[in-house]
């Protein structure tokens, strides 16, 4: 038992997709060309807002913002899913597991609050338009931003130091990273002070979020229909749709895996559906709000103008 229970002090075993090794070579190769994607297509965002001067605008201030944190998290888990899948070793040390769920906790809650942000911006720029631009000064814009970053840290300190003050009796994950409920079901004791926690705070979290999103859209529809112009409407909703899907698609999957009773867990559906929000989400961002977006369009367009023709 002494030996156990230093194995389990010093490091975890990640069991991931071990039970389908006929899977494996085809994973590796989805996986590498999702994460690929993400990145590139994260990565050229923030450079097309940076480079492109009709695009300094708040809006497309937190959408590089929210780019960034989307490589990011994308980033704690794709790398070691990817070694994992070609190794024979598919071990984390326990700081390193403590670390992988802290950056994953404070990215994930930092995208709810600036998925958040975007909403007030939206509903200041079409219900406010004339002040739009004092009211979302760039000190205000900064301080929202770091906000946000702030409220992630903190959430992400709590559900870390929950998750981590338990006892576990198996090192052996029945997942492909570090995240809460799998390893809450290792603990040596009950859990039930601690699901407590996990789930008040995720539920003030995803309230505190869903809520300001709610009213600002809410809001935001009235100020659309009293707008006499079919194409003042038409554009109004435009400029939301993207923002809308991406908020819906992300909070929906949040609260399908976290604000359910453990008992009610299925662990090999956490697994596909944290697929889903680790990997897939982040990559649809950028295509979202490009495809559905005119000015990030032409600025693209406009900037590969300029490489052919200097």
């Known amino acids: 038992m002494e030996v156990e229970n230093s ?12 039970d389908h090794p ?23 965002m923030i450079l097309l807002i940076t480079a492109s001067p009709p695009l300094h605008t708040p809006m497309y201030f937190f959408l590089r913002i929210l780019s960034f944190v989307d490589a990011c998290y994308s980033s704690v888990i794709a790398p070691k899913l990817l070694v994992d899948l070609v190794s024979d070793k598919k071990t984390i040390s326990y700081n390193g597991c403590a670390a992988q769920l802290y950056f994953f906790c404070c990215l994930v809650d930092t995208e709810s609050f600036l998925l958040t942000v975007m909403a007030y911006d939206r509903y200041i720029a079409i219900c406010n338009p004339l002040l739009y631009t ?16 702030l409220g992630g840290t903190m959430s992400s300190v709590i559900h870390t ?6 006892s576990f009796c198996s090192n052996e994950i029945n997942h492909f990273f570090c995240d809460i409920s799998p390893l809450f079901s290792l603990s040596c004791t009950g859990t039930y002070i601690h699901d407590i926690v996990l789930v008040v705070f995720a539920s003030l979290v995803e309230a505190l979020c869903l809520l300001t999103v709610l009213l600002s859209y809410i809001l935001i529809i009235a100020a659309i229909l009293k707008t006499e112009s079919a194409d003042g409407r038409g554009k109004g909703f435009s400029t939301c749709a993207s923002h809308l899907i991406v908020v819906s698609i992300y909070h929906g999957t949040l609260i399908f895996i976290y604000l ?16 889903f929000y680790t990997l897939i989400i982040p990559m649809l961002n950028p295509l979202i709000y490009s495809l559905r977006n005119k000015d990030v369009k032409n600025a693209f367009r406009k900037m590969i103008s300029r490489k052919f023709l200097s």
Do not use: W
């Open 7 to 18: 194995t389990v002090k010093t490091q975890f075993f990640l069991l991931g997709f071990s």
């Open 134 to 149: 004092v009211i979302m000064s760039k000190r205000i814009c900064c301080q929202l931003a770091i906000g946000a970053f």
């Open 260 to 275: 359910r009773p453990s008992a009610g867990h299925s662990l090999d559906i956490d697994k596909v559906t944290s697929v």
């Open 22 to 44: 006929e899977l494996q070579s085809v994973l590796f190769a989805v996986f590498l060309s999702i994460y690929s994607v993400t990145l590139m297509g994260n990565l050229g």
């Open 161 to 166: 130091a929950n998750t981590f003050h338990l």
